[in-house]
Antibody
Framework: QVQLVESGGGLVKPGGSLRLSCAASGFTFSDYYMSWIRQAPGKGLEWVSY????????YYADSVKGRFTISRDNAKNSLYLQMNSLRAEDTAVYYC???????????WGQGTLVTVSS | QSALTQPASVSGSPGQSITISCTGT?????????VSWYQQHPGKAPKLMIYEVSNRPSGVSNRFSGSKSGNTASLTISGLQAEDEADYYC?????FGGGTKLTVL
């Protein structure tokens, strides 16, 4: 069965960096677009970033553009999110999700919590 | 792009039907047949319930159905059950609705 497992979350100071990982199994990872979606405590869902199956096409939400970098390693069945210049408003549970092209977030991981606080 | 508009809360009794609306614009909901619905129980990850307006993924109960008229999409849950109590989110491309809390009375 499809499994997505995020890791790398934690407590970081404003201005700091963190790298999230998402390990995929149970499907042909290299065939699928992937995405990161976040949810601030008690709030709704917010799309963060999107990467094509080959990694050649990437999109970001305006709120993270220039600070976050999405990438993938198809040989390792892994998705990544490098987060720099973190702000308090980046505090959220970050989910990775497989994408049923073009826009359906088909399978979700359990999420990893990122807390940005001094 | 603004978030899609959903009611903050809806409620219904077991066995009843409820409908949750999701209003966008002609640039998102109204312009394409790409609307999805997600169910999220407290402390859990979202789960895909409906995609491309009215398609149900394998394993999702046929009590869940989706439709669209103009710039508004709708999720209908028939035969309400206690386990349906959750938050529901619509999305069109990368835009999410604000979420609707469903309470089963």
């Amino acid at each position: 069965q499809v499994q997505l497992v995020e890791s790398g979350g934690g407590l970081v100071k404003p201005g700091g960096s963190l790298r999230l990982s998402c390990a995929a199994s149970g499907f042909t990872f290299s065939d699928y677009y992937m995405s990161w979606i976040r949810q601030a405590p008690g709030k709704g869902l917010e799309w963060v970033s999107y990467i094509s199956s080959s990694g050649s096409t990437i999109y970001y939400a305006d709120s993270v553009k220039g600070r976050f970098t999405i990438s993938r390693d198809n040989a390792k069945n892994s998705l990544y999110l490098q987060m720099n210049s973190l702000r308090a408003e980046d505090t959220a549970v970050y989910y990775c999700a497989s994408v049923l092209y073009p826009d359906t977030f088909q399978h979700w991981g359990q999420g990893t919590l990122v807390t940005v606080s001094s | 792009q603004s978030a899609l508009t959903q009611p903050a809360s809806v409620s219904g009794s077991p066995g009843q039907s409820i409908t949750i609306s999701c209003t966008g614009t002609s640039s998102d909901v109204g312009g394409y047949n790409y609307v999805s619905w997600y169910q999220q129980h407290p402390g859990k990850a979202p789960k895909l319930m409906i995609y491309e307006v009215s398609n149900r993924p394998s394993g999702v109960s046929n009590r869940f159905s989706g439709s669209k008229s103009g710039n508004t999409a709708s999720l209908t849950i028939s035969g309400l059950q206690a386990e349906d109590e959750a938050d529901y989110y619509c999305s069109s491309y990368t835009i999410f609705g604000g979420g609707t809390k469903l309470t089963v009375l």
